[in-house]
């Protein structure tokens, strides 16, 4: 710009040279300070413009929060039920995050306690739960029954890689004295079955090979049997009849817990050989396997299924009219059924957490219709758009944020309460904790923005006219 062109500036009247000579410098990247009207001007920096602008975007968004503290304070019991809210919601997809997490963890550890820590089975049919009824259907007329003799002949084929123990299950009633303990899980096995199932006593003994040979009428049995039939005295040594025999207790289990709301220590174990004199010899055992070498599992099934099919002689090119099990598979089975309940469930109860937002934003609309004549007054006065809307969007977010905070205590209490109650470890997840918040962030700043945008947009004359 020329001199003369900058001298004509001075030409304005008034506050309009200033605010001129004060463009021109801008502008034109001059000095700092100027002289205008006999006034001294100083032009700031960037770095003085910079941080004048962070610290007045500080004040006002501290400004706002203080009064949006003081408007949610001043209506505290809308506020609290507002929170109530969130806390259920909240509490509601955190909870049930550590459900499924116990759920996982009782499919691996049922698992392991009904087939055993790296075995598999041989059945006639051993994936029940994967088949349809005509799959099933198919199975059973196609596969014939394992007999426990020849269970025994797969035993002796793969000792040098394998323990073997065909099971029998039955239910029956438990009888001592006038003591009686209805619908018992009874299992004939042999001796080996302890080790392949990991049966720990917590007194006496499991039955020996030399027993189990003679049928002899000797019994394991469980907690829940031991607290029904003999509460106040030792069972070791007593009689108890099962199917009108009579059997000697000679061993106590370690207690179980339970799996899936079902007891574990519900449980009688027996010789076999005496499991069938009871219940006879024409039903299909499942024959348990472990490897000796736990790293060799594969090639031992692969060693256990040629043997079955060299005892059933069967051709190379037929298929195997047995079925082998091995736990990943009921474990991969328990997994999905829980994915399944994950994915239908946990959507379900995000409803709470959209309902509490939908409360969250129903309150701050009232709040905003409420305080429409005040913003009138506060924008005649001098606020400014955003400083309307920053202090709505605080109240939502305020709200969300000590409802989110108050809903994970809540969860933990509640955890806290499961774990004693059902005797599990009920642990809060951080995937779900972390979702849960994140949630309760987008909901609080969602719910906050209409109003707040509403109230920022309220034309200042209108908003004095509004009858409060």
Not at 315 to 320: N, Q, S
Not at 347 to 353: G, T
Not at 403 to 410: C, F, Q, R, Y
Request: aromatic letters at 8%.
């Amino acid at each position: 710009m020329l001199p003369e062109v900058r001298d004509n500036l001075f030409e304005f009247p008034g506050i309009w040279a200033d605010v001129s000579i004060i463009c021109y410098h801008l502008f034109m990247m001059s000095p700092r300070s100027v002289v205008a009207q006999d006034k001294l001007w100083i032009i700031p920096s960037p770095e003085r413009v910079s941080r004048s602008w962070f610290r007045d975007t500080t004040v006002t968004m501290g400004n706002s929060f203080s009064l949006a503290v003081k408007t949610l304070w001043a209506h505290k019991l809308r506020s609290i039920l507002t929170i109530f809210g969130i806390v259920i919601g909240i509490a509601a997809v955190v909870l049930i995050g550590a459900t499924l997490g116990v759920v996982r963890e009782m499919a691996v550890k049922s698992t392991a306690q009904t087939i055993g820590a790296d075995t598999f089975i041989i059945a006639q049919v051993a994936s029940v739960g994967n088949l349809s009824r005509k799959e099933l259907s198919n199975k059973l007329r196609r596969n014939p029954e394992i007999y426990r003799r020849e269970a025994e002949r797969l035993a002796v084929r793969v000792e040098e890689s394998a323990l073997a123990a065909p099971v029998l299950d039955a239910f029956a009633d438990v009888k001592a004295g006038n003591k009686l303990f209805r619908a018992a899980s009874v299992t004939g096995s042999t001796e080996s079955i302890q080790t392949i199932r990991n049966i720990r006593l917590s007194s006496g003994r499991f039955f020996t090979a030399a027993e189990s040979r003679r049928s002899a009428r000797v019994v394991i049995i469980g907690q829940d049997v031991v607290d029904e039939i003999s509460p106040s005295a030792d069972p070791l040594g007593k009689r108890v009849r099962i199917k009108g025999q009579s059997f000697q207790v000679i061993g106590i289990q370690e207690k179980q817990g339970s799996s899936f709301g079902s007891s574990l220590d519900r449980v009688v174990y027996m010789p076999i050989s005496a499991f069938e004199k009871i219940w006879g010899t024409r039903r299909s055992v499942t024959v348990f396997l472990q490897p000796n070498d736990p790293a060799q599992l594969e090639e031992t099934q692969e060693e256990s299924r040629i043997a079955m099919r060299s005892l059933r002689r069967l051709r190379p090119t037929a298929p195997d009219n047995f079925d082998l099990l091995v736990p990943e598979a009921g474990r991969d089975f328990l997994a999905r059924i829980v994915g399944i309940i994950a994915v239908a469930i946990v959507p379900i109860s995000s409803v709470a957490l959209i309902v509490a937002g939908i409360v969250v934003m129903n309150m701050m609309l009232v709040s905003v219709t409420e305080r429409t004549r005040e913003t009138g007054i506060r924008k005649s006065l001098g606020a400014r758009n955003r400083d309307i809307f920053s202090e709505i969007l605080f109240e939502s977010m305020i709200l969300t944020v000590l409802g989110g905070a108050a809903g994970l205590l809540v969860s933990y209490f509640a955890a806290f309460g499961l774990s004693r109650s059902f005797d599990a470890v009920v642990s809060i997840s951080p995937f779900y904790a972390f979702m849960a918040l994140g949630l309760t962030a987008v909901i609080g700043i969602g719910a906050g923005f209409f109003p707040a945008y509403l109230a920022s947009r309220m034309p200042p004359v209108e908003a004095l006219r509004h009858e409060t």
